[in-house]
């Protein structure tokens, strides 16, 4: 059921219409995934996949979840293998990131606040 305050879906299909974001300030204001507290990806990466570039001037904080696989993620003083599932992470503003996936994986990413403009094409 879909109407302007319920929205059901499925992540695996709903993920990949918008890189992987469920919930965000990019979603049309209408929409109730529109949201400029906090934003949500589910994120189905290949092996080898890896960040763009390096995310810098970070101004949020983000937590990010293993589901499945073995992800890592890097920081500038560590680097950090998450490989069970559960397995997270959380840094705070100001800390550059990036991430590879060293086997085929699912991550939850949550970020808050919602930004625009923090875009990595």
Do not use: C
């Not at 709903?14 to 109730?32: I, V």
């Not at 810098?56 to 992800?71: H, K, Q």
């Not at 939850?108 to 990595?120: A, D, F, H, K, N």
């Amino acid at each position: 059921m879909n109407d302007d305050t319920v929205y059901v879906g499925n992540a695996g299909h709903d993920a990949p219409l918008d890189r992987g974001w469920l919930l965000g300030h990019f979603k049309d204001p209408g929409d109730p995934r529109h949201s400029s507290d906090v934003e949500i990806k589910w994120g189905t990466h290949p092996p080898g996949d890896r960040r763009a570039q390096w995310a810098t001037g970070e101004v949020r904080t983000a937590l990010l979840v293993l589901i499945s696989g073995r992800f890592r993620v890097e920081l500038p003083d560590r680097t950090v293998v998450l490989s069970r599932q559960g397995d997270y992470v959380v840094w705070g503003k100001g800390v550059d990131h990036s991430w590879v996936a060293e086997e085929e994986s699912v991550v939850l990413t949550v970020r808050w606040p919602s930004i625009s403009g923090w875009r990595v094409d």
